[in-house]
């Protein structure tokens, strides 16, 4: 069964509940992060964990907990859904408030979650965006701001499509919880800013450092629609072919072969890094 | 003693608690709206109501309540608590999520809380704003988005400001959670644009249109900074006089005659509307 840990204390998921007076709903004042495990042990906890660091130092949350501990906690968690594969997120807020403005200390919560897993049909068929003018605001924290995306649901859905591809002043920043990158004439590129930078891109970047030419650089929409092929990488959804944006089909509107292989070298390392 | 409306039904605060999984929390898809009692009565309800509705229209989230029903909770939560004046918030969210991004219903709450008053002393001398680049993201809803503002809350108080003025290309917008207006040659300015529309800035240019020319237009930061008077307007700071921003003092650093005369103005019409 998930838990959320808190203050300490594990709860069963259902049991837990919390205030309405914390910053984090009242003001939209917190940060997450979100990874998952696979062989039961979480996938490049430290880069995460970095990450995570980060957000709340530019965010100006204290983090309250040390690696360690925190370490500590998501193994407990994964052992207590009975050690399956599962997503792990940790959401800091401002903490309670009790004039809607200030706090006196943040708040933690770590929990373990169902992984929602993208579809075999969309991994063989690559998916379809959207695209739309906007930077996610402070786009280098992983902030919970994601209120464009959710206002756009509905156009998403109505549309065919599976998530959205952003772009401002012409660049393409990244999809609304994903890293894009493109294939062109069998170099990879993919946007160096506006983003959050993405631990499965790290990775993904990491595992293909011997094999492509990897640009990382301002890409145009344009040049975006014009790839041979689009890929997207994330925590749930690995590696996964974008064969769509808007009307434009990506090359051939079919898987590529670069972005097969790179897939395929992605699975094959999640497999063996917890063996 | 406050009192949360949840539901249908209503709970004391401090008994009150929700899950976490909430889209308000995990992705900042929430908004509000804010309004106190004057003699015990809401103040401008047809106003703040006209806004909240807008606002869930557009954020995309359904308005679960109608005017009638929520007046008659806001009327139940001000006698709960004795009838003495308070604040009443209006919570609306995108509601519980299984997989942190759908949601099968929006989450109404709604609460009475006590008022968090302007000092007397802020009133007689004006307040200190700190100046930043920014424009408010959605500026017309009022989403529970002001992470930027709680960021910069330890700038502002090491600096011995009360609040922040935003600009973006030039121009000023607003402050952290109220609107501004400035007096030059006796005429009264007030930005057009990149503003969430205040309701207590709605009051003040009904009172004063017989009074005083009122233009709303662009006002670019030199214009400000370059005013006879300013002050800024809001539902719990009524009208207040801003006496600096940053090193600028603004006319002569004290309490204009015309902002005196509005903000009597003001003070006189909240006394004599539920009277």
């Known amino acids: 069964m998930h838990h959320i840990w808190h203050n300490g204390q594990y709860f069963p998921v259902n049991d837990f509940k919390t205030s309405i007076y914390d910053l984090g709903l009242l ?39 040390k690696k360690a501990e925190a370490k500590a906690v998501v193994d407990q968690l994964i052992e207590l859904q009975g050690g399956a594969d599962c997503a792990i997120r ?24 169902d992984l929602h897993l993208t579809s075999p049909n969309e991994y063989e068929q ?52 994903s890293n894009v990158f493109i294939v062109k004439n069998g170099i990879l590129i993919t946007p160096n800013d506006g983003i959050l930078r993405g631990i499965t891109r790290r990775t993904v970047m990491a595992l ?18 014009n790839a041979d092929e689009a890929f997207t990488t994330s925590t749930t ?11 434009h089909l990506i090359g051939n509107g079919k898987v590529g072969e670069h972005t097969l292989k790179i897939a395929e070298l992605f699975w094959e390392f999640t497999k063996k890094i917890n063996a």
Chains 1, 2 share one sequence.
Not at 90 to 113: H, K, M, R, W
Not at 157 to 164: F, L, N, T, Y
Not at 208 to 225: G, N, T
């Open 126 to 177: 690559g998916i379809k965006l959207i695209s739309y003018a906007y930077l996610r605001d402070m786009y280098d924290i992983k902030s919970t701001d994601y209120k464009h995306f959710m206002v756009l649901m509905p156009q998403i859905k109505s549309e065919g499509a599976s998530d959205v591809l952003f772009h401002h002043n012409g660049l393409v920043s990244e999809m609304s919880r």
């Open 27 to 65: 003001r939209a004042y917190g940060l997450f992060d979100y990874f998952r495990t696979y062989g039961g042990k979480p996938f490049q906890w430290d880069w995460y964990w970095e990450r995570y660091e980060n957000s709340a130092k530019k965010l100006g949350i204290a983090n309250i907990i």
């Open 237 to 247: 959804k690995g590696v996964l072919a974008i064969r769509q944006v808007d009307e």
């Open 90 to 113: 940790f959401l800091l807020t401002g903490g309670y408030t009790l004039d809607s403005v200030s706090a006196q200390q943040p708040n933690l919560f770590i929990c373990s979650e």
């Open 208 to 225: 293909v450092k011997d094999i492509y030419a990897v640009e990382e650089r301002p890409v145009s929409l344009e040049e975006f629609l």
